[in-house]
């Protein structure tokens, strides 16, 4: 019995941390037991960290989805649908790094989370060579600004909506200067990042920020798809084709030159 259990374990090949499953550009080939068994593998990884692989015309793109809530240092409930920014950082590395992917496509429906977190993941989008959009599907509000915008082209769907406000806690705080003063550099942190990459001046992200007249329980301001845009937030409202077409064309224009 126990020489059975070892001769099975010994088939199974270990799980790697790449981004990279099996060409869609190729025919499936027949693999022999073992390569089907790791390949069945690493199609959990990619199906745990939400994210796909497709081809068009020779060309691979990478479509990786953040939802729900983005959990930092802190396990959230089960009950909440979250994004891990521990699977997708080195996720991100991995596509960067592999030369068979040719760019990015982000899906984003977050309603915020762990800043921390949120600036960690887009500051790794924002520094990647390879072509990268995103599109805002739903909604991107509060830490999902900076997500959405670091990706060298955003799309916003018409029917989404984004939050703009102030960080906020919860739970016990010290009512002390240092406190504010603390939460105040790091809205300066978020506010930074957001125009670098957008083309909204910091004089305006501020009054979205701290606008008290539209949420009645909260200080900031909802954007809808067009709204975002006008502000400079987003590049343009559109669909997801509209997104795939031009991280493609992003693609051909790169590898022309």
Same mark, same amino acid.
């Given at each position: =019995?126990?020489?059975?259990?070892?001769?099975?374990?010994?088939?199974?090949?270990?799980?790697?941390?790449?981004?990279?499953?099996?060409?869609?550009?190729?025919?499936? /080939?027949?693999?022999? /037991? $073992?390569?089907?068994?790791?390949?069945?593998r690493e199609q959990e990884l990619t199906s745990e960290?939400? *994210?796909?692989?497709?081809?068009?015309?020779?060309?691979?793109?990478?479509?990786?989805?953040?939802?729900?809530?983005?959990?930092?240092?802190?396990?959230? *409930?089960? $009950? !909440?649908?979250?994004?891990?920014?521990?699977?997708?950082?080195?996720?991100?590395?991995?596509?960067?790094?592999?030369?068979?992917?040719?760019?990015?496509?982000?899906?984003?429906?977050? +309603?915020?989370?762990?800043?921390?977190?949120?600036?960690?993941?887009?500051? @790794?989008?924002?520094?990647?060579?390879? /072509?990268?959009?995103?599109?805002?599907?739903?909604?991107?509000?509060?830490?999902?600004? /900076?997500?959405?915008?670091?990706?060298?082209?955003?799309?916003?769907?018409?029917?989404?909506?984004? %939050?703009?406000?102030?960080?906020?806690?919860?739970?016990? %705080?010290?009512? +002390?200067?240092? %406190?504010?003063?603390?939460?105040?550099?790091?809205?300066?942190?978020?506010?930074?990042? @957001? @125009?670098?990459? *957008? *083309?909204?001046?910091?004089?305006?992200?501020?009054?979205? @920020?701290?606008?008290?007249?539209?949420?009645?329980?909260?200080?900031?301001?909802?954007?809808?798809?067009?709204?975002?845009?006008?502000?400079?937030?987003?590049?343009? +409202?559109? %669909?997801?084709?509209?997104?795939?077409?031009?991280?493609?064309? =992003?693609?051909?224009?790169? !590898?022309?030159?």
């Open positions: =019995m126990s020489q059975k259990i070892n001769t099975v374990k010994s088939r199974v090949r270990p799980r790697r941390a790449s981004a990279f499953v099996k060409n869609p550009c190729e025919d499936d /080939p027949k693999d022999e /037991p $073992q390569e089907q068994e790791g390949l069945k960290s939400g *994210s796909i692989l497709t081809c068009h015309n020779d060309k691979i793109i990478h479509c990786l989805t953040i939802i729900g809530q983005i959990e930092g240092h802190y396990i959230l *409930s089960p $009950q !909440n649908k979250t994004t891990k920014y521990e699977h997708i950082i080195p996720l991100l590395m991995s596509v960067e790094e592999d030369d068979r992917i040719d760019g990015l496509l982000i899906l984003l429906n977050t +309603v915020g989370g762990d800043v921390e977190a949120g600036l960690a993941i887009a500051e @790794v989008i924002s520094g990647m060579k390879k /072509p990268s959009v995103s599109i805002v599907l739903g909604g991107g509000h509060s830490i999902g600004i /900076p997500l959405a915008v670091a990706a060298k082209k955003s799309f916003i769907a018409k029917s989404a909506s984004m %939050t703009v406000h102030p960080v906020r806690t919860t739970g016990l %705080t010290l009512g +002390v200067p240092q %406190t504010f003063e603390y939460f105040r550099r790091m809205q300066d942190r978020i506010t930074t990042f @957001v @125009v670098e990459n *957008s *083309s909204v001046s910091k004089e305006r992200y501020s009054e979205l @920020v701290l606008n008290t007249g539209e949420l009645v329980t909260d200080v900031g301001t909802i954007l809808e798809g067009e709204d975002a845009v006008a502000e400079g937030l987003i590049d343009e +409202v559109g %669909t997801v084709s509209d997104a795939v077409e031009a991280l493609y064309g =992003m693609i051909k224009d790169k !590898n022309a030159k």
